[in-house]
C-alpha cells in the first residue's frame, strides 16, 4: 500500500472543515513535513485567513508519532477539539488506514475534585474543614453556583471547568478544584479511581494528538518532573505568546494575605515552637510590606531580607514537622496536611529565592488600591530555560500571524534561545529579510535575549537549527486595507489629556459611521476617550470593564453603528469579520511603561552587553503588539477599512520603519483628508450592501 501523498491528505482534510485551500496553508504543511521528517525546528508566520491549524495538523497526524499541540487560547483549544481535529480525523482514517486519537489535557486545578466536592475544603480556622455547600446560602451565587456544581459532577464526563456552562466565579472553583501541590495523589485518595485529572491524563497517554496550554506547557519545563507524556513533535500555536506565558509560570509572588493563610493552616498541624516562629516571621514581613513602594529593588533591603531569612527558615522548620509529626484529631488530615504544605513550601521557595539576589531574577514591589502590597520576583529571561527544555530530544514547529518583527524572525527567536537564522552547517545563514534597526551584530546575537551568554554554556555549533517561513495572507492587504498616521498631533506624553487626539479620533469615527474598535495603552485613556465622545457622538460607545469582554465583543459585532473601547485583551482577542468593524484605532505606540520592572531591567542587561535595549525589548514588544491589532482590521476577504495610529512618532521616529514594517503591508498615508473621503466611502459602501 502506497504513503498516501500530504497533498491528498490536506485536500481532505480541508474539504472535511469546509475550507478552501490556500497556497500557503500547502506551503507551510509541505515544510511542517519536512521539520518533523528532519528532526528541526520551524517558525512559521501565518497570516489570518491561511488555514494554519490544518497546516500543521494534517502532516503531524500523517508523521504517526505522538504530536502536542500548545495553544494561548481557550477559543483555538476549542477550536482544534470540537472542531478541526474530530473532522480532520475522519477525512484521514480512510487515507491513512488508521484513526488517531486525540485528547485535551490542563492543568489539575483545571478539573474538579470529587473528594473536595464531597469531603470539604480545609480552612483557615481552628475546625478542620469548611463545608462550603453547608455554610453558603443557597439564595446567594455563591451557593447557587456550588449546589449547581454538585449536581454538575453527576452529568459531566470531563469534569473539565471550560465545559460547565455558564461558568462560575473563581470564589466558587476554588472549593471544588486543588492545585498539583494539593493532590493527595490517585493511590491515596478516597476518589482516586474517579479523578477526572487521572482520566484526562490517562487519555493523553493513549493520544496521537494531545492539545495543552502555554501555562501547562511551562510547568512541564519549569517543574523538571514531566507532567505531559512523551511525544517527538511539539507545536507551539499562537507562539508570539509563548514568553510571556513561561514568564508568568516562573515568577514567584508574597503577599501579606498569602503568607498570613499559609501559617494559619500550617500552625494548627505543627508543634507550638514552630507555629509561634513561623507567625512571628509573617508579622515582620507583613510590616514591612505596609511600607512598600512601587519599584524595583536593585538590591534587597537589610530589613527585608532578614524578615524573608526569618521567614524561609521558620518556613523549612514546618515543612520538616509536617512530614515528621500526625494527629488523628484533625478530620481528614491528609488533605489538610497535604494543602498545608502545599502553601507553606511557596512561601518558602519565593522567600529564598529573593534572599539568593541572582543576577538572572528581577524582584520589586507591587502595590494595589484593592489587594495591597505584593513581592515579586521573576526571571530576567526564559531563553535560556527554553533553549535547554523546549527544543531538546523534539522537533518544534512554532507558528503565529505575528513571528516576524521589524522584517525577520530573529528578534523572536533571540526570546526563544534560538541563535540567528541558520543554514544546516550551524552557522548564521543569509539574511533574507531587511537587518532590524539597532540589532546587535552576529556575534551579539547568539547570546540570550538579554545579553547574557547561554546559562548552560553551550556553543553556537550545539545551538537548536530553525527555519524561519512567513507563508503570507489570503488577503490583499493593500487593496483591503489603509494605515493612517496622524502625523500632525502632538507627540503623546506620560501624562495629560491629549485633547488633539481625542477631536481627531471622534472626526474619524463619526467619518466611519461607528464600526471602530480603539485600542488604547492605557485603561485611563480608554475611559478618557469614551466619556469625551459619548459627550460629542450620537453612537454607542461601549468600554471594557463595563460588562464582560464575551458580551462587549457580542454587542460591537451585533450594531454597525457601535463603537468598542479597551486596552490589552482587545489588541490580540476580537475576532470581528464584516462591516461591523471597519475602523482600528490605536492612541498611541504601546512602549512598556519606564517604570515596568522586568521590562526596565531587560531593557538595561541588553545595554548593559552592549546592545540596543531599546530595540530590542521596548521597540520588540510594541511591534507585537501592534502587528496583533493590526490584525484586528481584515478578518476575511470581502473586509475592508483603516487601521489609524494615533501617534506622530510612527511616521517620524528612526524606529517608525521597524514597527511598520511589523504590521500587515497596507496602503500607507498620513493625509487625513484622504482617509476621511476613504473612511466615508467605506461606510457608504457597507450601508448600500445592507
Same mark, same amino acid.
Given at each position: ?94 487515507? *491513512? ?66 465545559? *460547565? ?47 495543552? !496550554? ?76 505596609? *511600607? ?49 504544605? %502545599? ?42 530555560? $527554553? ?21 525577520? &524572525? !530573529? ?154 473601547? /479597551?486596552?490589552?485583551? $482587545?489588541?490580540?482577542? #476580537?475576532?470581528?469579520?464584516? %462591516? !461591523? ?28 552587553? /552592549?546592545? !540596543?535595549? &531599546? ?59 484622504? #482617509? ?15
Amino acid at each position: 500500500m502506497t504513503k498516501p501523498s500530504l497533498p491528498d491528505l490536506l485536500h481532505a482534510a480541508v474539504t472535511a472543515v469546509g475550507g478552501t485551500e490556500r497556497p500557503g496553508q500547502v506551503t507551510m504543511a509541505e515544510s511542517v513535513a519536512e521539520a518533523i521528517d528532519g528532526g528541526s525546528h520551524l517558525l512559521v508566520q501565518a497570516g489570518t485567513g491561511t488555514g494554519k491549524s490544518l497546516g500543521y495538523l494534517v502532516p503531524a497526524l500523517a508523521h504517526g508519532e505522538r504530536v502536542v499541540v500548545a495553544t494561548a487560547t481557550l477559543a483555538l483549544q476549542r477550536q482544534l477539539v470540537e472542531r478541526d481535529l474530530p473532522r480532520t480525523v475522519e477525512a484521514l482514517q480512510p487515507l *491513512l488506514r488508521r484513526r488517531p486519537q486525540f485528547a485535551m489535557l490542563k492543568g489539575r486545578s483545571n478539573y474538579l475534585c470529587l473528594h473536595r466536592l464531597h469531603e470539604g475544603a480545609p480552612q483557615d480556622e481552628e475546625d478542620g474543614l469548611f463545608d462550603v455547600f453547608e455554610s453558603a446560602a443557597p439564595t446567594s451565587k455563591l451557593g447557587q453556583d456550588l449546589l449547581r456544581m454538585r449536581d454538575w459532577a453527576d452529568e459531566t464526563e470531563t469534569g473539565d471547568r471550560d465545559a *460547565l456552562t455558564p461558568g462560575v466565579s473563581d470564589r466558587a472553583w476554588a472549593q471544588v478544584s486543588v492545585s498539583s501541590r494539593e493532590c493527595l495523589g490517585a493511590s491515596k485518595c478516597a476518589y482516586g479511581a474517579e479523578c477526572f485529572a487521572e482520566a484526562a491524563r490517562e487519555r493523553a497517554k493513549l493520544a496521537d494528538v494531545v492539545v495543552t !496550554n502555554h501555562a501547562l506547557l511551562a510547568i512541564d519545563a519549569i517543574e523538571g518532573a514531566p507532567v505531559l507524556p512523551s511525544h517527538e513533535v511539539l507545536v507551539v500555536d499562537e507562539a508570539h505568546e509563548l514568553v510571556s506565558r513561561v514568564t508568568g509560570a516562573a515568577t514567584g509572588e508574597l503577599t501579606p494575605g498569602s503568607v498570613n493563610r499559609a501559617v494559619r493552616g500550617a500552625a494548627k498541624l505543627v508543634n507550638e515552637k514552630a507555629g509561634d516562629a513561623l507567625q512571628t516571621a509573617a508579622e515582620s514581613f507583613e510590616r514591612i510590606m505596609e *511600607l512598600a513602594l512601587p519599584g524595583r529593588l536593585e538590591e534587597i533591603p537589610e530589613d527585608l531580607a532578614y524578615a524573608l531569612m526569618s521567614l524561609r527558615d521558620a518556613a523549612r522548620t514546618v515543612i520538616t514537622a509536617l512530614g515528621n509529626t500526625r494527629d488523628q484529631s484533625v478530620q481528614d488530615e491528609d488533605a489538610v496536611r497535604k494543602q498545608a504544605l %502545599a502553601s507553606i513550601e511557596n512561601v518558602h521557595a519565593v522567600a529564598e529565592r529573593v534572599v539568593a539576589a541572582s543576577e538572572y531574577d528581577v524582584v520589586w514591589y507591587e502595590r494595589h488600591d484593592r489587594f495591597g502590597a505584593s513581592l515579586r520576583v521573576a526571571p530576567l529571561s526564559v531563553s535560556g530555560l $527554553l533553549r535547554e527544555k523546549l527544543f531538546a530530544d523534539r522537533s518544534v514547529v512554532l507558528t503565529s500571524a505575528t513571528l516576524k518583527l521589524g522584517g525577520d &524572525f !530573529n528578534g523572536v527567536a533571540a526570546s526563544l534561545g534560538l541563535p540567528p537564522e541558520s543554514v544546516p552547517n550551524g552557522l548564521p545563514g543569509p539574511r533574507s529579510h531587511v537587518e532590524r534597526p539597532g540589532a546587535a551584530s552576529s556575534d551579539e546575537a547568539q547570546t540570550d535575549s538579554d545579553g547574557r551568554e547561554p546559562a548552560d554554556g553551550s556553543e553556537q555549533d550545539t545551538s537548536p537549527l530553525w527555519k524561519g517561513l512567513d507563508v503570507g495572507s489570503p488577503f490583499d492587504y493593500r487593496k483591503q486595507g489603509i494605515l493612517y498616521v496622524a502625523r500632525h498631533l502632538a507627540q503623546p506624553g506620560r501624562e495629560g489629556s491629549r485633547t488633539d487626539m481625542l477631536d481627531e479620533l471622534a472626526e474619524l469615527v463619526e467619518a466611519a459611521g461607528g464600526r471602530t474598535l480603539g485600542l488604547f495603552s492605557s485603561m485611563r485613556g480608554a475611559q478618557a476617550a469614551a466619556e469625551s465622545l459619548r459627550g460629542r457622538l450620537d453612537m454607542p460607545i461601549l468600554l471594557q470593564g463595563e460588562e464582560t469582554l464575551g458580551e462587549l465583543i457580542r454587542s460591537f459585532s451585533c450594531d454597525a453603528r457601535t463603537c468598542l473601547f /479597551g486596552t490589552l485583551s $482587545l489588541w490580540q482577542g #476580537v475576532d470581528v469579520p464584516g %462591516a !461591523n468593524c471597519q475602523l482600528v484605532v490605536m492612541d498611541r505606540i504601546p512602549f512598556p511603561r519606564p517604570d515596568d520592572p522586568l521590562m526596565s531591567a531587560r531593557q538595561k542587561s541588553v545595554e548593559d552587553g /552592549g546592545g !540596543n535595549g &531599546f530595540m530590542a525589548v521596548a521597540a520588540t514588544h510594541a511591534a507585537l503588539l501592534m502587528a496583533q491589532g493590526a490584525g484586528r482590521l481584515v478578518r476575511a476577504s470581502g473586509d475592508r477599512g483603516v487601521v489609524a495610529v494615533l501617534d506622530p512618532r510612527l511616521a517620524t521616529a528612526r524606529y517608525g520603519s521597524f514597527l511598520k514594517a511589523s504590521m500587515p503591508d497596507f496602503w500607507y498615508t498620513t493625509d487625513r483628508n484622504q #482617509v476621511r473621503r476613504s473612511l466615508a466611502a467605506i461606510d457608504a459602501a457597507a450601508l448600500a450592501a445592507q
